[in-house]
């Protein structure tokens, strides 16, 4: 770790008040205990609908009053994305959520559930997870220290565009934000320009001109006012917006006894209703782009649907076999090719290529 890094840590530990792992994570002789939570993306209703109120009012209600919490979303809370699994790992968050998209520049095989083009629907995505998590589970808690508490999911990832497109084929030159080197395969593959741009300079690109497209979630972009400048949504998903949340292992360890069996046993409703959230917003935000009246929010945009046609599947197939998945490998190495072969390319009958 370098200096400047170093530093880092030490003022997000005073900025977050979340201490060292030697102060009051367990306070096992205190009659009560609050932890301090660094959940997921502010603004989103898996944030807003389930995990703050599951940590600042349901854990207080299952306890009766013996556990309480206090959460903060990780994009509000100072932390780098990029650093949340470091930060776990060191016990500065003891309690964190990471997602998959940003740790996986660094750990690449942790890409490996969400490349782009390999889950086309829901059911798709929770066999690939299914057949990856006893994996990922045991490597974020030997490599890193860090207990898997749950997989968290955001809305599907979709093409928002400025002027009409009637297929993917349409892309052809045109500059499409993107937000990982995997979702950048898929455009390249298509003959777009893939521009990386955060999610915060989403409408300033598009203002600017510097982008025409946006992949981006379904509601979320939406949410930020996507509807207002775009007039095209293609509604095949590219990716999805995997996060893992996740405890310090020593962390989770001092906890009290009551206090981790009654987190194993509710987390996991809690994944599951992030889970059907998810999927109700993954449809919810296409009525809401379009205008229709299933919308129950107030953004009711105008929007042109593009359905996936059979050519669309047929690119997305090959694109993510001769692009996606060869180029993830090469990130990768050779263990990753074993890792696919034994996980998810075994659920879906995909062989991966011998990295070149």
């Known amino acids: 770790m370098n200096t400047h890094t170093a ?26 205990q609050k932890l301090r939570i660094v959940g997921g993306l502010a603004g989103l209703n898996q944030y807003t609908r389930n995990e703050e109120p599951f940590w600042t009012k349901e854990l207080q209600r299952l306890s009766q009053g013996r556990y309480t919490a206090e959460i903060a979303p990780f994009d509000r809370a100072g932390v780098p994305g990029s650093e949340m699994l470091r930060l776990i790992q060191l016990g500065v968050v003891p309690f964190g959520t990471a997602l998959l998209s940003n740790i996986s520049a660094q750990y690449p095989e942790y890409a490996a559930p969400d490349l782009a083009g390999l889950n086309p629907d829901m059911a798709t995505l929770k ?33 928002f565009c400025k002027r009409a497109l009637a297929s993917l084929a349409d892309l052809q030159g045109r500059r499409v934000r993107v937000s990982s080197a995997t979702q950048a395969d898929f455009m390249g593959a298509l003959g777009a320009i893939p521009v990386l741009v955060g999610f915060a300079q989403i409408l300033p690109n598009m203002a600017s001109g510097n982008t025409e497209c946006a992949i981006t979630g379904i509601m979320s972009g939406n949410l930020l006012g996507l509807h207002e400048v775009t007039t095209h949504v293609h509604t095949l998903p590219l990716t999805w917006g995997l996060a893992v949340f996740g405890a310090n292992a020593a962390a989770w360890e001092t906890l009290p006894g009551d206090l981790r069996a009654l987190l194993s046993h509710e987390i996991p409703k809690l994944e599951i209703a992030i889970w059907n959230e998810s999927e109700r917003e993954t449809a919810e935000g296409l009525a809401c782009n379009r205008g229709q009246p299933q919308c129950t929010t107030t953004r009711k945009g105008n929007m042109t649907e593009v359905a996936r046609s059979p050519e669309d599947e047929r690119r997305r197939k090959e694109i993510f076999g001769d692009t996606v998945l060869p180029r993830w490998l090469q990130r990768c190495n050779q263990r990753c090719k074993e890792l696919w072969d034994q996980t998810i390319g075994r659920a879906h009958g995909i062989v991966a290529p011998a990295p070149k």
Not at 130 to 143: G, I, V
């Open 127 to 159: 066999k690939t997870l299914a057949a990856f998590r006893p994996y990922l589970e045991k490597s974020l808690r030997e490599r890193h220290g860090v207990e898997v508490l749950a997989v968290y999911v955001y809305p599907a990832q979709v093409l």
């Open 7 to 32: 530093a880092s840590l030490c003022t997000l530990a005073l900025l977050l008040g979340l201490g060292g792992m030697s102060r009051a994570w367990a306070e096992a002789s205190t009659a009560t």
